[in-house]
């Protein structure tokens, strides 16, 4: 059975950090692309950052560039979202999604991707 599962969600106050995981059974992530999506509620599910099959590429939303990054660790088959600095703005529910097909820069169509993890919350708030 393939399964997505992302942990590290909480609550941070402004300006602190979180790593958000993505482990994936039953398949091995190395060979696909690896999206993290938000959505809050009343809003409409967006792309955070993208790793391609292999990690040569990566992808970040303009929201998100420059005090997030994405990693992969392959040994424990997991895709890591690094979130630094967040704001009140990034609280939502983040999502995990896998796709065989590389997307380029249309990375953030949520549409496409095949697996998907159950969501982890991430609530900043003082």
């Known amino acids: 059975q393939l399964q997505l599962v992302e942990s590290g969600g909480g609550l941070v106050q402004p300006g602190g950090s979180l790593r958000l995981s993505c482990t994936a059974s039953?398949?091995?992530?190395?060979?696909?692309?690896i999206g993290w999506f938000r959505q809050a509620p009343g809003e409409e599910r967006e792309g955070v950052s993208c790793?391609?099959?292999?990690?040569?590429?990566?992808y970040y939303a303009e929201s998100v560039k420059g005090r997030s990054t994405i990693s992969r660790d392959n040994a424990k088959n997991t895709v890591y979202l690094q979130l630094n600095s967040l704001k009140p703005e990034d609280t939502a529910i983040y999502y995990c999604?896998?796709?065989?097909?590389?997307?380029?820069?249309?990375?953030?169509?949520?549409?496409?991707?095949?697996?998907w993890g159950q969501g982890t919350q991430v609530t900043v708030s003082s």
């Open positions: 039953g398949f091995t992530l190395d060979a696909y692309t």
């Open positions: 790793i391609s099959g292999g990690g040569s590429k990566d």
């Open positions: 999604a896998a796709s065989r097909t590389n997307y380029g820069s249309r990375w953030f169509r949520y549409e496409w991707y095949t697996y």
